[in-house]
């Protein structure tokens, strides 16, 4: 009978712990994060940030984001060396971005590095999500448990939206992880199907920002705001170097 008793205590313990350990999606503090803890992480509400931002101040924006990107990255990104850039320093390039929020890995390398720049929703710590590094149908990697796990996605089936913004269900998104034996190629996370694959970084597909923790972003900003104030703070370097040159002349 006692034995009966401890075995039922420990069964509803288990039931417990199963459903304490059950992942959730929940918005931040200021609307601009999805907090995953299943991965003890929080996603960009956005899934195509950087589309948005591209289109956000009518036909200039694409130029005046990218060149934002770019500078605030000191025009270079640092990977390991590789046959595309030999010396591990990638020169960054208009041409590493296109139309609609599609970048090579460089540029959605950058596009991260340029959120925590401005401390998009009160972090800076955003990066591209991580890989386990497996290939096929997997949930281990940051966007496979985002996908089989908190969204309840399927393999074979597009990423459900859940509660997202631009969730680009038909192609692909990068992860910040390098193929450990050949450094040219990164993993990415397929949309349409599940799969976690590798290709190319001067490929191009989606970058969906990740950062650790539960980020609390302040209520006031939105994404112009935020924007604008990266923008204006390009902008006063580059006066503030322009009149430094013109005091040698």
Not at 62 to 72: L, R
Not at 74 to 81: K, L, N, Q, S
Not at 181 to 191: A, E, L, V
Request: glycine share 14%; aromatic share 14%; with cysteine.
């Amino acid at each position: 009978m006692q034995h009966g008793k401890i075995l039922l205590t420990v069964t509803m313990m288990f039931g417990l712990a199963s459903l304490n350990a059950q992942a959730t999606l929940t918005t931040t503090v200021g609307g601009l994060g999805i907090y995953d803890s299943g991965i003890n992480s929080t996603w960009t509400k956005d899934a195509n940030l950087l589309g948005t931002l591209e289109g956000a101040y009518g036909s200039n924006s694409y130029n005046n984001i990218v060149t934002a990107i770019i500078n605030a990255n000191g025009g270079v990104i640092h990977d390991t060396p590789n046959n595309i850039d030999l010396t591990g320093t990638y020169t960054l390039t208009t041409d590493d971005f296109a139309d609609g929020g599609l970048v090579d890995w460089w540029a959605g390398q950058a596009f991260v590095n340029y959120l925590n720049t401005i401390n998009y929703g009160g972090s800076s710590h955003w990066a591209l999500p991580s890989s386990n590094a497996v290939y096929g149908y997997d949930n281990g990697s940051q966007l496979g448990e985002l996908f089989y796990n908190e969204l309840g996605g399927i393999s074979g089936s597009y990423i459900p939206r859940g509660p997202f913004s631009n969730v680009q269900q038909t192609y692909a998104y990068w992860s910040g992880t390098e193929h450990a034996s050949i450094p040219d190629i990164s993993w990415f996370f397929y949309t349409y199907n599940g799969e976690q694959n590798y290709g190319y970084k001067n490929d191009q597909f989606y970058a969906w920002a990740v950062s650790p923790g539960n980020v609390a972003s302040v209520p006031e900003p939105n994404i112009i705001w935020l924007f604008a104030t990266g923008l204006l703070g390009f902008l006063g370097l580059k006066r503030r170097s322009n009149i430094g040159c013109g005091s040698f002349g």
